[in-house]
């Protein structure tokens, strides 16, 4: 459900109401202490009445709250961090709102995650009942179906090493996998475990995975992280540290804005993460709900659906605009990034091509041919290479080239590097220099001193041709 479903329904219940004090507690220096250590579990917000986004979290965590109601020994409380300086400073706050999870006064956890209810109590809950569940034999079957991925740990009982490593296993990762244990040696037989050791069982790729190497913290965190990511695998907030965490591997990321698309792509991937299992990790992300990854690609709406490399440095690899993602394309592809033959995308490489693309550019051989032709208005920027103004330029007027073309089939857009080509009957001394050919006036173009945007140099031309261009696309395509 939605944040919008969410606050519409808290308001329906009447959340926002004064009585939401039922449901979240204001704890202060006077009351904290002891209200904490009475109850078991407590999510406890610190905020400020005056933070924005605590006012919009505000009736999301009381629908939280109010959801779960102190069931399962959780309770909810906040801090008003302008009141109450000293507990703030205790717990130290660097941001608003800083939600902590406390189990008594010793322990406590910071929440990092989304800012909805179910995330929240999901959250809260997990810490209030124990990190690993006691199995016998003949509950696993039914454990491993609780969720996508399920750890379970087999040792003696008098094992109490294994016993604590796994423990501290279960509590780190309580968030992302669900954990059970058993002494029966029976079961771990059926399940070709020799003790001590773990089985990951999952609802993907490979049911069951067992590890039986050395019992020992880094072994088995490294196991169950990494045998737990999927061949092709589904962005989300939660898992972003598979694909972005420290030491991660290069990533294929392909992004597509419906179901329909996504799922060819998964299907159109898997052979090729089957190939490259363990040195090149894949995953499928959902462009509508990631736009932020998206620009963490430096990609844009109109290259949807498309596939990127992004390496263990931050480089990216785009996929070229003329390849079909196909398998056999794909495959071609991603080879020749593993064999260090692809190029890394640039930002400025893109701006060039995107000028020599929208962008004509002139010499002293075509210069009259193309800006002296009665037919059409033309706008010519005179530029040097070295010109720090015309670098900045360069982006902006490739995008107004690109919207004039779409627009207008009677204007050019014009360049011409005026240190290496001279035209007599147009000297220039600075850079860039602007001029404006209207189509029935050739002899004195008007030179264009406005401010250097999309908007004003569109408005420019229109008032100069008396033609009409679409604006809406223009304003569009300079956003």
Request: net charge negative; glycine share 6%; hydrophobic share 40%.
């Amino acid at each position: 459900m939605s944040r919008i479903a969410y606050t519409a329904f808290a308001a329906l219940a009447g959340l926002l109401s004064p009585s939401r004090a039922n449901h979240v507690v204001d704890l202060g220096v006077a009351n904290f202490d002891e209200f904490v250590s009475s109850h078991h579990t407590v999510m406890v917000e610190f905020y400020a009445p005056w933070c924005a986004i605590c006012q919009e979290v505000e009736p999301i965590y009381e629908t939280a709250a109010s959801m779960l109601d102190g069931s399962r020994g959780v309770k909810f409380a906040r801090v008003d961090c302008t009141n109450d300086t000293v507990l703030c400073d205790k717990y130290r706050t660097p941001i608003y709102p800083t939600m902590r999870v406390f189990q008594g006064l010793d322990s406590q956890v910071i929440y990092n995650g989304l800012r909805e209810p179910v995330d929240m109590i999901t959250f809260a809950e997990k810490r209030a009942v124990p990190a690993v569940t006691q199995l016998n034999g003949l509950d696993i079957e039914e454990f491993r179906q609780n969720e996508d991925i399920v750890v379970v740990g087999f040792w003696d009982a008098k094992d109490q090493a294994s016993n604590q490593t796994f423990n501290r296993l279960a509590e780190e990762h309580i968030d992302y996998y669900s954990f059970g244990a058993t002494n029966d040696a029976d079961a771990a037989s059926r399940y070709g475990i020799s003790q001590p050791g773990i089985a990951l069982f999952k609802k993907y790729d490979e049911p069951q995975m067992n590890f039986m190497d050395t019992f020992e913290d880094d072994a088995v965190t490294d196991f169950v992280n990494l045998n737990s990511i999927p061949l092709v695998g589904t962005y989300s907030h939660k898992w972003g540290w598979r694909y972005f965490g420290e030491g991660t591997l290069p990533l294929v990321a392909a992004f597509a804005s419906t179901m329909e698309e996504r799922e060819m792509l998964a299907a159109t991937l898997r052979p090729l993460a089957e190939k490259y299992k363990d040195i090149i990790r894949f995953v499928i992300v959902d462009a509508v709900q990631d736009e932020r990854l998206i620009k963490r690609f430096e990609l844009s709406d109109r290259d949807l659906p498309t596939i990127a490399i992004r390496n263990p440095t931050g480089q990216l690899f785009h996929t070229p605009g003329d390849i079909g993602l196909t398998e056999q394309s794909l495959t071609e592809w991603v080879d020749a990034y593993q064999r260090g033959s692809l190029k890394a995308y640039s930002k400025e490489d893109e701006l060039q091509n995107v000028s020599d693309e929208s962008v004509m550019v002139l010499d002293e051989s075509n210069f009259d041919e193309l800006v002296m032709d009665p037919k059409y208005d033309v706008l010519v920027e005179f530029y040097a290479p070295w010109c720090g103004h015309c670098k900045r330029l360069a982006p902006t007027y490739g995008k107004l080239a690109s919207a004039i073309a779409e627009t207008s089939k009677n204007v050019r857009i014009a360049k011409i590097d005026a240190t290496a080509h001279k035209i007599p009957a147009h000297p220039v001394s600075s850079y860039p220099t602007i001029l404006y050919f209207p189509a029935d006036d050739k002899v004195e173009p008007i030179s264009y001193n406005g401010d250097r945007s999309i908007k004003d140099m569109t408005r420019f031309i229109r008032e100069g041709s008396g033609r009409k261009l679409q604006q809406e696309t223009i304003a569009k395509d300079e956003l």
